[in-house]
């Protein structure tokens, strides 16, 4: 129920908002998606041209825009500009880094942090099919804040049972440096 009354009211919110509407009545009507209908398509014809290398770090920016008859133009998607600007070489180092990130946000969320960091990281990534982040601080503090966050801050029940295992190791008579709290047979 939450959902839908939020819905209806951005929708009825953005109706009454001048160029959200034309925006709006631009998308249904007319098909137009800023011409990223045009720009999808150009970008990726450009990636199968030079697959492995790309085109290069500022020349694919010039390329698209003058494919598209601009002086230089965003493709508006961090995959396909990655992609495009240096090709597969570059684009695996890049999106390994990126899952590493993302596996380390689905292992916060056994600790402290939640699902905030699988969120963040998630949130980002689909806003970067619409656009281009990686350029951003936002986009690398997000990712760093997602790739520790799994080591940073266990539960405090974990905290409690470090610390009764550390004081049972330092009873009288225990060996020094035996971290298990099973009592060896040789000490009973």
Same mark, same amino acid.
């Given at each position: 129920?939450?959902v ?5 009211l951005?929708?009825?919110? %953005?109706?009454y908002?001048?160029?959200v509407?034309k925006?709006?009545e631009q998308?249904? =009507? $007319?098909?137009s998606l ?8 150009? =970008?990726?014809?450009m990636f199968?041209?030079k697959?492995?290398?790309g085109?290069g770090p500022?020349r694919h920016?010039y ?11 965003d493709p508006?998607n961090?995959?396909?500009?990655i992609?495009t ?6 684009a695996?180092?890049?999106f390994m880094g ?5 596996? $380390? =946000?689905w292992?916060a969320? =056994? %600790?402290i942090?939640?699902?905030l960091?699988?969120?963040l990281?998630?949130a980002l ?5 619409k ?6 601080k936002?986009f690398?503090i997000v ?5 520790? %966050?799994s080591?940073v801050v ?22 020094q ?7 060896a047979?040789s000490?009973?």
């Amino acid at each position: 129920m939450t959902v839908v009354v939020a819905i209806s009211l951005f929708i009825g919110v %953005s109706y009454y908002y001048e160029p959200v509407r034309k925006r709006w009545e631009q998308t249904f =009507a $007319e098909g137009s998606l800023a011409n990223r209908e045009k720009i999808f398509p150009m =970008a990726w014809g450009m990636f199968l041209e030079k697959p492995f290398i790309g085109w290069g770090p500022v020349r694919h920016y010039y390329e698209l825009g003058s494919r598209l008859g601009y002086d230089k133009k965003d493709p508006h998607n961090l995959y396909l500009w990655i992609l495009t600007e240096t090709g597969i070489l570059g684009a695996i180092p890049f999106f390994m880094g990126v899952w590493y990130c993302c596996r $380390e =946000a689905w292992r916060a969320r =056994a %600790s402290i942090h939640g699902v905030l960091p699988l969120a963040l990281v998630l949130a980002l990534l689909t806003v970067n099919m619409k656009g281009t982040w990686f350029n951003r601080k936002l986009f690398w503090i997000v990712l760093a804040y997602a790739l520790v %966050s799994s080591k940073v801050v266990p539960f405090p029940w974990r905290w409690r049972r470090q610390a009764q295992a550390t004081a049972a190791d330092r009873r009288p008579g225990r060996p020094q440096g035996h971290h298990s709290p099973q009592i060896a047979e040789s000490d009973r």
